[in-house]
């Protein structure tokens, strides 16, 4: 069936330094996909949005990559601060319907 | 910045009993959504609804749940017969349409007992 998984479950990294968090989605009629931010004990935030007519959307130090030839979606935090740590999650949907379909959430660890 | 609120920030109940959950979604939005996310676990959609009707619903929302909007500001998620299974963060959203972003709000933990 439809589904947005994710490839890393933890992700640690480095103050300072960049991070990408990776994602797959299989719905081929996905034509919407959001990142959200979900930090312990609290609801998903929004982070960054991409609709299927790009690429590439930049968003303050976030950067989200889309690439529809192998349904893959990423996103990339530059210079990681402590409060970049949380739970990040795709999403997608399609204009055929209402709901988010979201992926398994990779943990961001960022280490001192 | 307009938020989505929920009521109680915990709630636990026994097993059989009704709950419902409370939330207040962003006032200009037209469409609102109920998720659940069982512990450790990815963020399930459990049902959308607009203009005073449900427009899309996961299996996971059977006959023993159901929602209303019953005045202009309050969106409710109603559990007929609670079972621990249903022990999960339930979280509301609303958009200003289908197509855009989602905000949710921070939450109601269910402990059914």
């Known amino acids: 069936g439809e589904s947005v998984g994710l490839h890393l479950p933890t992700l640690s990294v480095q103050e300072g330094d960049n991070s990408i968090i990776n994602c797959a989605y299989s719905?081929?009629?996905?034509?919407?996909f959001i990142w959200y931010k979900q930090e312990s004990g609290k609801g998903p935030q929004f982070i960054i949005d991409?609709?299927?007519n790009m690429d590439k959307r930049q968003g303050q130090r976030v950067t989200v990559l889309l690439n529809k030839t192998v349904k893959h979606l990423s996103l990339q935090i530059a210079a990681t601060q402590p409060g970049d740590s949380a739970v990040y999650f795709c999403?997608?949907?399609?204009?055929?319907?209402?709901?988010?379909?979201w992926g398994a959430g990779t943990k961001l660890i960022i280490k001192p | 910045e307009p938020e989505v609120t929920q009521t109680p920030s915990h709630q636990v109940t026994q097993m059989g009993q009704e709950v419902i959950l409370r939330c207040v979604p962003i006032?200009?939005?037209?469409?609102f959504y109920w998720y659940r996310q069982i512990l450790g676990q990815k963020v399930e959609f459990l049902v959308s609804?607009?203009?005073?009707?449900?427009?899309?619903k996961s299996e996971i929302f059977d006959d023993q749940f159901s929602v209303e909007r019953p005045d202009g500001s309050n969106f409710t998620l109603k559990i007929r017969s609670t079972k621990l299974e249903d022990s999960a963060m339930y979280f509301c959203?609303?958009?200003?349409?289908?197509?855009?972003?989602?905000?949710f709000g921070p939450g109601t933990r269910l402990t059914v007992l």
């Open positions: 999403a997608e949907n399609s204009d055929s319907n209402y709901q988010l379909i």
């Open positions: 719905n081929s009629a996905s034509d919407y």
């Open positions: 991409i609709r299927s």
């Open positions: 006032s200009n939005h037209l469409y």
């Open positions: 609804f607009y203009n005073n009707e449900i427009s899309e």
């Open positions: 959203a609303s958009s200003a349409d289908n197509y855009n972003e989602q905000f």
